[in-house]
């Protein structure tokens, strides 16, 4: 029996009032994360940094001259919802960044991988000098 036009608008209507789109991009990069090969998860990993570096790039070429390298980290990551600590007595500057905090730049990874490589290829294009090293829940950033 073909259905009627009236009870196919009322099914579109249903459909319509309940329909959420969603973003399954992180869903998907995780996923692959998780059970790809160890060459997927370098490609994607290294796919990440590069976004990351050319973010940075951008965000460079935007900010005054005068403006440091760990201030533009620095306010990046204020902005971006991303918990930092700047830890005095250091050499040199250093920005500490909980990985603990699972909305890194508001996706909802619960890894932490795609989040590191993000910023360290943001910061290598901020600071070409910046050292970024990792702890088990911390990333350290030294200029």
């Known amino acids: 029996m073909k259905k009627g036009q009236f009870s196919r ?17 992180g869903e998907v990069v995780e996923r692959v994360l998780r059970e790809g090969s160890p060459e997927a998860v370098a490609d994607i990993l290294d796919v990440i940094g590069t976004i990351g570096f050319e973010d940075g ?31 005095d007595g250091e050499e040199r500057p250093t920005i ?14 619960s890894m932490t991988e795609p989040a590191v490589a993000y910023i360290t290829g943001f910061v290598q294009a901020v600071s070409g000098g910046a050292a970024v090293s990792q702890s088990e829940d911390h990333l350290l950033i030294r200029f």
Do not use: C
């Not at 579109?12 to 991009?25: F, S, Y």
């Not at 460079?60 to 990551?77: G, N, Y």
């Not at 699972?102 to 990874?109: A, E, M």
């Open 57 to 87: 790039e951008k965000a460079k070429e935007r900010m005054p001259s005068l403006m440091q390298p760990v201030e533009i980290i620095e306010s990046t990551l204020l902005v971006a919802g991303v918990e930092t600590e700047r830890l």
């Open 96 to 109: 500490m960044i909980n990985l603990e905090a699972h909305d890194l730049f508001g996706y909802p990874f």
């Open 9 to 25: 608008d009322w099914s579109l209507l249903k459909l319509a009032r309940t329909w959420e789109p969603r973003d399954i991009g």
